[in-house]
């Protein structure tokens, strides 16, 4: 059994950055793909961003593309998700997700870490 604690989110104004770190335990991460998925008041969960479990492979939602990066630390058994130029439209809760085999499927999910941008 994995566990995934997510940290990092809090509240910037509109332009500012900040780093949510995913720290895994009960496993390693080296067998897993990564994701991070938000979800915002009254909307549904939606996908933001995924590593491969190299770290050499990243894909991203069009919304977050270009402010966005997901990189990891295999040795620290961490992923992260630097968040730039931020939005009022990136309120949301965000999750990190666990992925054994690069399936496809998340196998183990975070509780969430709120971030709020103010305009």
């Known amino acids: 059994q994995m566990q995934v604690v997510e940290s990092g989110g809090g509240s910037v104004q509109a332009g500012g950055s900040l780093r949510l770190s995913c720290a895994a335990s009960?496993?390693?991460?080296?067998?897993?793909?990564m994701g991070w998925f938000r979800q915002a008041p009254g909307k549904e969960r939606e996908f933001v961003a995924t590593?491969?479990?190299?770290?050499?492979?990243?894909y991203y939602a069009d919304s977050v593309k270009g402010r966005f990066t997901i990189s990891r630390d295999n040795a620290k058994n961490t992923v992260y998700l630097q968040m730039n130029s931020l939005k009022p439209e990136d309120t949301a809760v965000y999750y990190c997700?666990?992925?054994?085999?690069?399936?496809?499927?998340?196998?183990?999910w975070g509780q969430g870490t709120q971030v709020t941008v103010s305009s």
């Open positions: 997700a666990a992925d054994f085999g690069d399936s496809g499927s998340y196998d183990y």
């Open positions: 590593i491969n479990w190299s770290g050499d492979n990243t």
């Open positions: 009960g496993r390693t991460l080296g067998s897993y793909a």
